[in-house]
């Protein structure tokens, strides 16, 4: 048998939104063979969500995506991932916030999900490469894959993509790195893509309520209710579970009679306990990641042994703070600079070239030293 | 790229002769521009004279007497089925309630198609019994078997002919001989779709009440189908609100859908003759080069009596879902089972009530020729299929020889 030519064959991640949606249109201009896939990853009619409120994986959703697929003249498939994103997004969604930290789904899709499944499933479909609507550049140099933020600040993505490889990147297309969501939208107006209106798909895809409530729910006997406490231990209030809360939140305490806002400190997922203060006493000089990954061709394995200045990005809206990293036995050690910010564990901490543009990789927050969190506190102060 | 349609039991190309009579019904100087059969008028009168030479047509086809069957149009075969066993239970499909005079027993089987399978699940929701036959371990149902459930309350036997993923064909007619011997009220069902588009049966040698055929399965347009309805029973309508198909199916005929039956009916005998003496060898050659070449491939029901062109495989640990989106794209056309069901991709129920582990069927893939499939095709066919089977990592021959060197045996 002759050996397939795979080189112009592409997988395209098509949500049914208009980023992806360009995406396809782009790539096929191009002369891209492209097979459109959508993952069906939850079931809105299974779990008595809000079909109308789903962000994805809605019926019309994967309408919209078919109808694209259809105008540009790809064929299209619903791949069902409902069990592996069961097992490597929503599990580990509920069991973070058990432990009293703070989950990124996205992250874990992306890594677990969106990169390797989609890419092994790729593969069997003879395609070489996967591409999504992300806003972000992927560049290839001599020395490897360098990936960058999107051209568009607002909408850059790159925070989701720390854990991807270098031959993973090798065979990734990102062909909105270089357009502003305007553009894009322009872009599917001109060509009369149906969604080129769409709204923004808003917070976690699975979520069509309050991640509270969605949390709550699924919770049962693992919903971890208990005290307010102020760092010395006296007791201020009560709270009816632990997953409400995330370390430098503010709104929805409900503790009012203080002479400036609190905020929560720290959460001690065993007693209960959440830990809150004024905004002063949030502050730290750094803290740990761990579960690294380096995208860096430079970086890629052990990242930098001596302390390298970076910009380091702790949540999604975030925008990074300059900050001081070192590795040391897996764990990359970070110093903030001049400014500080309140790094919530459980959330991906991902680091950025000085000039803030380059993502060089990035990992999962951990308290100091690794112990449980509420500990940590108390030995700094 | 050349595409090849292995899908015919899924759908039927529509035939050239099907699409010639409907623009002549259309278009052109006979053409009709009023379809509603029932009207008195002279517009009427012509449409009414269409449907009844195409049930005409029907009856000569079957071999059955007006005096003994109704043959009614429906819109498919899932209202047929779904008719089939609601009707008797005086139940509709929209709600679960059940009349207790209406209580009783059905027996059917664990390998049904969907639109039967649901319908035995709603009768159970509603309070009816349900015994589900296992095929043997030939694969088919045995009239014993059936027997053997035969209850004095037994209401309904309700069962596929030929099965629609596997092709195996069940002995109905001496099953339902059977049954009838023991127990003359009994209401008997078959889910005829498959078996009557493609293989040459006698419906008067045997008794039944309700027969289900869908004739897009042979050419005809989607969305209408055939129900024969043994005038026997005093039964009554899903449906009301009109006095059509002896008030069997109310509502204006779809005269589109009985055109293109009766253009597709003339070419029936055609299509059965070339699956019988062509595609027989022909898929025997294919199976035959796919086991040769994949010793851990398994095909399902393989020397049970089967219809002519399907081939039901089972490649053990491939979740199929992917295989046929890759075959899609190498311009094969093949499903996992019911085409039914392949939004969703839960695997095939049908696998399921055979004699094979539960994850059998999410490793299942069916190819169904269709009569016109060209023995030419075959090798390019075969090429692509086997260049996917590598892709997924499915063990050959030589590379099982490769790890164990016959010399050892």
Redesign the interface.
């Known amino acids: 048998?002759e050996k397939?030519d795979l080189t112009g064959k592409v997988v395209v991640a098509m949500s049914g939104g208009v980023d992806s949606s360009v995406a396809a249109l782009l790539l096929s201009e191009a002369g891209f063979d492209c097979?459109g896939v959508s993952m069906?990853v939850w079931?809105y009619r299974n779990h008595g969500g809000c079909s109308n409120r789903a962000t994805c994986c809605a019926p019309s959703d994967f309408a919209d995506a078919r109808s694209v697929a259809n105008d540009i003249g790809i064929?299209y498939?619903?791949?069902?991932f409902e069990e592996k994103f069961h097992d490597k997004v929503i599990a580990r969604f509920l069991d973070t916030y058990a432990g009293g930290e703070t989950p990124n789904p996205c992250v874990d899709c992306n890594n677990d999900v969106k990169f390797r499944e989609l890419r092994n499933?790729a593969?069997?479909?003879?395609c070489r490469s996967v591409a999504t609507g992300h806003y972000v550049k992927l560049e290839s140099r001599p020395d490897g894959f360098h990936v960058f933020r999107g051209k568009d600040d607002k909408k850059d993505q790159s925070y989701f993509l720390y854990g991807l490889k270098q031959d993973e990147l090798s065979k990734t297309l990102f062909p909105l790195g270089e357009l502003s969501k305007v553009e894009v939208r322009e872009i599917a107006k001109a060509a009369g893509i149906k969604t080129a209106d769409k709204p923004e798909s808003q917070d976690i895809c699975f979520v069509s309520g309050t991640i509270d409530d969605f949390v709550g729910e699924r919770l049962g006997t693992r919903r971890k209710p208990g005290a307010f406490r102020l760092k010395d231990g006296q007791k201020v209030g009560e709270h009816d579970g632990i997953h409400r809360f995330t370390v430098g939140q503010r709104k929805g305490l409900g503790l009012s009679g203080y002479d400036a806002p609190l905020y929560v400190l720290e959460i001690d997922p065993v007693k209960g306990d959440v830990y809150v203060g004024y905004k002063s006493e949030l502050e730290v000089p750094g803290f740990e990641v761990r579960e690294l990954n380096w995208v860096h061709p430079a970086l890629v394995g052990g990242g930098p042994a001596e302390e390298m200045l970076v910009h380091v990005q702790v949540r999604h809206k975030h925008r990074g703070v300059p900050a001081k990293v070192f590795v040391r036995d897996g764990v990359a050690n970070v110093s903030f600079v001049d400014e500080w910010t309140s790094p919530a564990p459980g959330q991906a901490a991902v680091f950025y070239d000085p000039e803030n543009r380059e993502l060089l990789g990035g990992g999962r927050i951990v308290g100091k030293s690794g112990r449980p969190q509420s500990l940590k506190l108390f030995e700094a102060a | 790229m050349k595409r090849y349609y292995l899908d015919a039991n899924a759908t039927y190309e529509i035939l050239p002769a099907v699409k010639e009579s409907l623009v002549a019904l259309l278009d052109g100087p006979r053409s009709f521009s009023y379809l509603n059969g029932s009207s008195i008028h002279a517009e009427g009168q012509k449409v009414r004279a269409l449907i009844d030479a195409a049930r005409a047509d029907l009856y000569r086809y079957v071999r059955l007497r007006e005096a003994d069957f109704q043959i009614v149009f429906t819109s498919g075969a899932t209202e047929g089925n779904n008719t089939a066993l609601l009707v008797p239970f005086e139940m509709s499909s929209a709600k679960d309630s059940l009349k207790p005079e209406y209580a009783g027993h059905v027996i059917s089987t664990s390998v049904e198609h969907s639109s039967v399978e649901e319908g035995l699940q709603r009768l159970e929701r509603a309070g009816v019994e349900v015994t589900r036959v296992r095929p043997g371990s030939d694969d088919i149902i045995s009239p014993d078997a059936v027997l053997r459930e035969l209850r004095p309350e037994t209401k309904l036997v309700s069962m596929i002919w030929a099965n629609n993923e596997t092709g195996v064909i069940h002995p109905i007619p001496e099953i339902f001989r059977a049954i009838q011997r023991a127990s003359p009220n009994c209401i008997l069902h078959t889910d005829a779709v498959q078996a009557l588009s493609k293989l040459e049966l006698d419906l008067s040698s045997f008794p039944f009440d309700f027969l289900t055929i869908a004739p897009h399965k042979f050419g005809a347009l989607p969305g209408i189908g055939i129900s024969i309805v043994n005038k026997r029973l005093p039964l009554k309508p899903l449906a009301v609100g009109g006095a059509q198909e002896l008030k069997w199916r109310p509502g204006t005929e779809n005269v589109v859908g009985i055109v293109s039956i009766q253009a597709a009916l003339a070419e029936l005998s055609k299509l059965i003759t070339r699956y019988r003496e062509v595609i027989t060898p022909l898929r025997a050659e294919f199976e035959e080069r796919v086991l040769a070449h994949y010793p851990t491939i398994e095909v399902i029901g393989k020397d049970a009596p089967r219809l002519p062109n399907t081939v039901m495989m089972r490649l053990p640990g491939i979740l199929t879902?992917?295989?046929v989106?890759?075959l899609?794209?190498?311009g094969v056309s093949c499903s996992r089972g019911s085409a039914c069901s392949s939004?969703?991709?839960l695997g095939s129920h049908v696998i399921g009530g055979m004699n094979y582990p539960k994850e059998a069927g999410r490793e299942v893939l069916r190819l169904s020729f269709p009569a016109n499939f060209q023995e030419s095709d075959l090798e390019t066919v075969l090429?692509r299929l086997?260049?996917?089977f590598?892709?997924?990592g499915l063990r050959t021959k030589a590379s099982h020889s490769d790890t164990i060197p016959a010399s050892v045996h």
Do not use: H, I, S
């Open positions: 048998m397939e097979v069906q079931d064929p498939y619903v791949f069902d499933r593969v069997t479909l003879g | 879902e992917d295989l989106v890759a899609d794209l190498a939004g969703k991709q090429e086997f260049q996917c590598e892709r997924f």
